[in-house]
């Protein structure tokens, strides 16, 4: 390789910023479980990277004695068969790179020599069940591949990452995205396409309740290999009814049709949660405060003339809700608000800090439209008008741990600002 | 009428007992809502009525001016269709019926013409959420035949108490019973047989966990009218699913074989709950404490080398717990109170009365086997072994509000000690 004997202290470096995604046509079942291919398509909603993504440095350089990764600062094994399946696919795919500022010039065979450096990290808890592995495996792949000139296009990239995990190729792309089954046994036609871009259906707000729990959660790769083993039910949900789903969903996007879009989500959602139910032993995702959610939304939903809000929730507790505009958000986050204040025993980091930094993160800007600019608005809000008089309404404080208010949002960018980079230009070692 | 003329103020009286029963293969759907006609088989297990039963005293006499009903001990209204069906049906079956001691003879023909009073009484508390129609409407029926020297057995007589609630049709029998969900437009063969008395099994012993509750529940008649008409998994349960499993749950109870009922009988549960959540608006029976419960149970199986409990839950957040023999009831029940422990603030009357005559009920000798002699034996429960030493172990204080423990129990019996009629036999009204 050109520059090798001259200078063996170059690194070249690409940072990558990746959304995660919200599947509401879901993904539940692995036809094939090392190559990642699911049981059915599914379709989801990527969220603005501003509020919930991945930033990853991928970095090679000669002087790497090993491949080697760092998670939000801390560093992680690589030997899982995961990571290997991604860096084993893109360094097949890598190409010629030439970098002249640099003088550093690596040809497509030098590749399977060089060793990578990679930092990646979540501006969101990675704890709180937020698909966070989807975000990162598609920043990972995304970032490999531009830095070794990976020619593949974002389809084709998605089909990589989904080996990382099965979520990760719906975050190759902004907007709407459909993970296509596929057909072939090696894989190689199942990946995503963008269904819409983020631009085309930008009325959508999307407000998640991150929901405290106490309860430990079955892991989704662990869940789903139980459900497809045992639950009686998955078969028919995968060959029978989520076909008809798909056409329906992308119809209803198409369209931009709330009300049609609203009725699958919830319903889908819905039935993942009975197919891990019907799985043996049963799997719960879902909580108490979970239920309670859903009912504040059905309720509310029943009582206007069309939908205002659908409601998803992937395998946790944790509520995402899409309202149909930003009116119907506002209304939305007074009616959580309501249900669901924060606790009082954090009260005063929330007074001392309006809107409340830790308790509504994301797009605060949706609170003050809401008319909360402070705790007494919170504690002044009225019981929605859809709650019967008759019925007393009871509240849930810290049943919430904090909401995050988003939209759609787009795919994957380069961050060129090597300010951005989250590893030592001279080094390759994490800043 | 014989004695019609000459003695007005005569009363004929029958009073009768009827068990509650537990689905073990789940009755939900009716594919008609009027007769009440299942769209699948379901098996139970009867309850022992020495712990949960219904009493119901029947009364005619000339001098009622119209049919009234007393449930425990409030006048309710008969004016519903399910109750005049039951009346229809079984006066349409009225025989001759001659009581020499009170020189009181009332043919066929004058049945139509006789008014009755009911009282009925739950040993249980209604609000409990234990099937309280089922008892109710079979003990109604079994009465009234009784009274009305109705010829049919007990078969026929459950396809009319089906008419009153779809459960109650299993209320009949003793031991182990089914409904088989017939063919007939009018209903006719929709009855439920024998499969097994009590005596058949008699190993099994059965707790109840009665499950506190702030959520209001979807009442079970317009909770599967709701699932028949939106959830797109019922039909595939009812049609491929269930009548599989009615054929290995028969065999199971004739083999008395625990594994196999204890498999069929939990995942039978969990898709009903299933089936409940794929409905649009989604149903939730089953709370975070019943979660914990079925995560208690399953650990414990998994654990040993066959399993020791099956778990079933109704329209409702209570554990129905069916323990393979007393030994594995004893484990379980220092299980359950090891992880719900009585509410402190209700300390001082457990302690005054010993076993805790609120907190355990029905056959308290299962608390002492256990070695639960006083509220301190409940303090100083060890940790289940199957719990790993590194996880620490939560408690949930005052998650159940109490406990009953019982076992497989007999059919409907006739109580001939007039002390124990519920209404005067001199006036008809409640005592």
Chains 1, 2 share one sequence.
């Not at 094939?32 to 059915?40: A, G, Q, R, S």
């Not at 009325?203 to 892991?219: P, Y």
């Not at 049709?257 to 699958?264: K, P, R, V, W, Y």
């Amino acid at each position: 390789m050109a520059g090798d004997s001259q200078q063996q202290s170059w690194v070249l470096m690409v940072t990558a910023q990746t959304p995660t995604n919200i599947a509401v046509i879901k993904y539940w079942g692995k036809r094939d479980e090392t190559l990642i291919l699911p049981v059915n398509d599914s379709i989801s909603v990527t969220l603005d990277p501003n509020h919930l993504c991945t930033t990853t440095t991928v970095s090679v350089s000669p002087s790497f004695q090993q491949d080697r990764m760092w998670l939000n600062g801390k560093e992680i094994s690589l030997s899982g068969g995961r990571f290997q399946s991604c860096l084993r696919e893109i360094r097949a795919r890598a190409c010629d790179v030439e970098d002249n500022k640099k003088g550093v010039k690596i040809s497509k065979e030098d590749w399977s020599k060089l060793h990578v450096h990679i930092a990646s990290y979540n501006n969101f808890p990675t704890a709180a069940g937020l698909a966070s592995s989807a975000a990162g495996f598609a920043c990972l792949v995304y970032a490999l591949g531009k830095l070794m000139n990976v020619k593949e296009d974002e389809s084709q990239l998605s089909a990589i990452a989904r080996q990382g995990s099965g979520s990760a190729c719906r975050s190759l792309f902004g907007g709407f995205v459909k993970w296509i089954m596929g057909k072939e046994e090696n894989g190689s036609d199942s990946l995503a396409v963008q269904l819409a871009d983020e631009k085309h259906w930008d009325d959508l707000v999307i407000v998640i309740a991150v929901v405290s729990s106490r309860q430990k959660e079955t892991s989704s790769t662990s869940g789903m290999r139980e459900t497809v083993e045992t639950s009686l039910l998955l078969q028919h949900r995968a060959k029978e009814i989520v076909p008809k789903r798909i056409l329906k969903m992308e119809e209803a996007i198409r369209n931009r049709d709330f009300a049609s879009f609203s009725q699958l989500t919830c319903t889908d959602s819905n039935q993942f949660h009975a197919v891990c139910l019907d799985t043996s032993p049963p799997i719960f995702y879902m909580n108490d405060t979970s239920h309670k959610i859903i009912s504040i939304a059905e309720k509310w939903n029943r009582s206007e003339e069309s939908p205002q809000v659908a409601y998803t929730f992937d395998a946790g507790p944790n509520a995402v809700l899409i309202a149909r505009n930003r009116k119907a958000a506002t209304l939305l986050i007074q009616r959580l608000l309501y249900y669901f204040p924060p606790n009082s025993d954090d009260l005063d980091s929330y007074l001392q800090n309006f809107p409340p930094s830790s308790y509504i993160i994301g797009d605060k800007s949706l609170a003050k439209d809401a008319g909360i600019n402070g705790i007494q608005d919170i504690e002044a809000l009225p019981p929605p008008p859809e709650i019967k008089d008759n019925i007393p309404s009871q509240k849930y404080k810290g049943d919430v741990s904090y909401f995050i208010c988003t939209r759609p949002g787009r795919g994957p960018v380069l961050l060129t600002d090597e300010s951005q980079a989250l590893l030592n230009s001279e080094n390759g070692l994490p800043k």
